[in-house]
């Protein structure tokens, strides 16, 4: 009789062990898939997105950098914008200015100190500081270019420049007047004429009796 309750107790224990064993081998393969199904997803768009991201912030970027410099290249080659050198007949302003100007007698008259320039961009005139001592009491007189004779010094930018005049006639000339200089003239003697119509007026007398 012990015998085969023993018997019935371990069949017994075993039909239950593989009941059990089928019943979770499923659901552990259900969970195992629905792991992959849910987590592979996720991994492949946090993989995707941030490359197409790149993609898309990287792509105009480059693009306007490259127009950038196609467009830096166009003004560079741009040659209404640029002068690359000096020809051989044009003249550079310091050229000029600190020259001296000299009469067909070879006198020096004085030395160019500034350039007048026409509304077009032409060269007008040329100021030269005449009379007075290092500076001091000279006068500004403004001769035309186109009356100075140039001649330009073999392989250098130096000049040579000629006038047909004495230094008496420079003397002579009326002083040159620059726009600043005319504002402020005309406001001083605007200042002068109102203060002089502002003062009182003085009384008159009266005539004396016989």
Not at 68 to 84: S, Y
Request: proline share 6%.
């Amino acid at each position: 009789m012990l015998k085969e309750r023993l018997f019935t107790m371990v069949a017994a224990g075993a039909i239950v062990g593989a009941a059990l064993t089928t019943n979770l081998l499923p659901q552990a393969g259900q969970a195992q898939q629905r792991e992959i199904i849910v987590t592979q997803p996720g991994l492949l768009a946090q993989q995707t997105q941030p490359q197409q991201q790149q993609l898309r912030t990287e792509e105009p970027g480059a693009a306007e950098e490259g127009t950038g410099e196609a467009k830096q290249t166009d003004r560079l080659a741009d040659p209404t914008l640029f002068v690359r050198e000096q020809e051989a007949a044009e003249t550079i302003a310091s050229a000029l200015i600190g020259q001296p100007l000299y009469n067909q007698q070879a006198d020096r008259l004085g030395d160019i100190s500034d350039l007048v320039f026409s509304e077009d961009g032409a060269l007008k005139a040329v100021i030269v500081g005449v009379g007075g001592f290092l500076g001091i009491g000279e006068k500004k007189v403004a001769i035309r270019y186109d009356g100075i004779t140039t001649t330009r010094q073999p392989e250098s930018d130096e000049m040579l420049l000629v006038i047909n005049a004495t230094s008496d006639d420079l003397q002579a000339a009326p002083e040159f007047e620059t726009v600043a200089m005319k504002v402020a003239r005309e406001q001083a003697e605007k200042a002068a004429a109102e203060q002089q119509s502002a003062a009182p007026q003085p009384l008159e007398q009266p005539a004396p009796s016989d």
